[in-house]
């Protein structure tokens, strides 16, 4: 019965998925999504209900000063990893692009300091350049097909402060092997980009998920001079 519901999920997300692609909106199925899984976390195939255990890994190996910082989480999905960065001191901004998963956070979590927004990783706010102490990718740049990597990647690096640290947890495939999603695995040629655009890698943990191959990468941005361009002009 159990692998039957899961069955049916899959068939939806495959379904939505690829009648959004078609569109040319691969952002275009989350909010269907989310909104038909109705409240009942069961249909969102990657919520955890909790915070992402690398990410809680991450928080007690390499414990920082949170006091005074900031933390921007991109897709934030039902919000426990933005609720436990809150938790241990940061001023946290969390952005979906689904409605129905930014009232699902402000539901689940009603005294929350997170603020939670309705945002577009492909429309940013140009204020945040360059704004945020810790900006954190769970997933989310796995979730959107090849074509639009490159711009997903460079709007969430331009978010880093200088100084600033990105961490990111994402499926991750070897440079020759072909992605097929969703999610599409990243590549390190595909992450390399986020080193053009100045952000210097820390340290990295591989780790198997479900069978599958996941990194965890924390970059830090040394670059001691702001991004003199928008979210939507080419880095040089
Ligand atoms: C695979 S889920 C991961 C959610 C969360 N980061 C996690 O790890 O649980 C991908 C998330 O990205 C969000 N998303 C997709 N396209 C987006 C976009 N263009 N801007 C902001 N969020 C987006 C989806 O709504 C969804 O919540």
Same mark, same amino acid.
């Given at each position: 019965?159990?692998?039957?519901?899961?069955?049916?999920?899959?068939?939806?997300?495959?379904?939505?998925? @690829?009648?959004?692609?078609?569109?040319? *909106?691969?952002? =275009?199925?989350?909010?269907? %999504?989310?909104?038909?899984?109705?409240?009942?976390?069961?249909?969102?195939?990657?919520?955890? /209900? @909790?915070?992402?255990?690398?990410?809680?890994?991450?928080?007690?190996?390499?414990?920082? @000063?949170?006091?005074?910082?900031?933390?921007?989480?991109? =897709?934030?999905?039902?919000?426990?990893?933005?609720?436990? %960065?809150?938790?241990?001191?940061?001023?946290?901004?969390?952005?979906?692009?689904?409605?129905?998963?930014?009232?699902?956070?402000?539901?689940?979590?009603?005294?929350?300091?997170?603020?939670?927004?309705?945002?577009?990783?492909?429309? %940013? *706010?140009?204020?945040?350049? *360059?704004?945020?102490? +810790?900006?954190?990718?769970?997933? /989310?740049?796995?979730?959107?097909?090849?074509?639009?990597?490159?711009?997903?990647?460079?709007?969430?690096? !331009?978010?880093?402060?200088?100084?600033?640290? %990105? +961490?990111?947890?994402?499926?991750?495939?070897? /440079?020759?092997?072909?992605?097929?999603?969703?999610?599409?695995? !990243?590549?390190?040629?595909?992450?390399?980009?986020?080193? /053009? +655009?100045?952000?210097?890698?820390?340290? $990295?943990?591989?780790?198997?998920?479900?069978?599958?191959?996941?990194? $965890?990468?924390?970059?830090?941005? +040394?670059?001691?001079?702001?991004?003199?361009?928008?979210?939507? @002009?080419?880095?040089?």
């Amino acid at each position: 019965m159990f692998e039957e519901q899961a069955k049916t999920l899959r068939d939806r997300v495959a379904s939505l998925s @690829q009648e959004a692609i078609a569109k040319k *909106n691969p952002s =275009g199925w989350f909010e269907p %999504l989310y909104a038909e899984a109705g409240g009942d976390s069961e249909q969102v195939p990657w919520a955890k /209900n @909790q915070a992402h255990p690398y990410l809680q890994d991450w928080l007690a190996k390499y414990p920082s @000063q949170t006091k005074g910082k900031s933390a921007l989480v991109t =897709g934030c999905g039902l919000g426990d990893d933005a609720e436990i %960065l809150a938790s241990i001191g940061y001023r946290v901004t969390a952005f979906d692009i689904s409605s129905s998963a930014i009232a699902w956070c402000k539901k689940r979590f009603p005294e929350s300091t997170v603020d939670y927004q309705v945002g577009d990783l492909f429309a %940013l *706010n140009s204020d945040w350049q *360059n704004k945020f102490d +810790l900006v954190y990718e769970c997933r /989310n740049i796995q979730a959107l097909p090849l074509n639009v990597r490159s711009q997903v990647i460079k709007a969430i690096a !331009l978010t880093v402060a200088i100084k600033g640290t %990105l +961490l990111i947890i994402t499926r991750h495939r070897d /440079n020759d092997t072909i992605a097929d999603g969703p999610p599409w695995a !990243l590549s390190d040629q595909e992450l390399a980009q986020f080193v /053009n +655009l100045g952000l210097s890698e820390i340290r $990295r943990d591989r780790f198997i998920e479900s069978g599958i191959q996941q990194h $965890r990468i924390e970059y830090s941005q +040394l670059r001691d001079i702001p991004y003199l361009l928008d979210f939507g @002009q080419t880095a040089k």
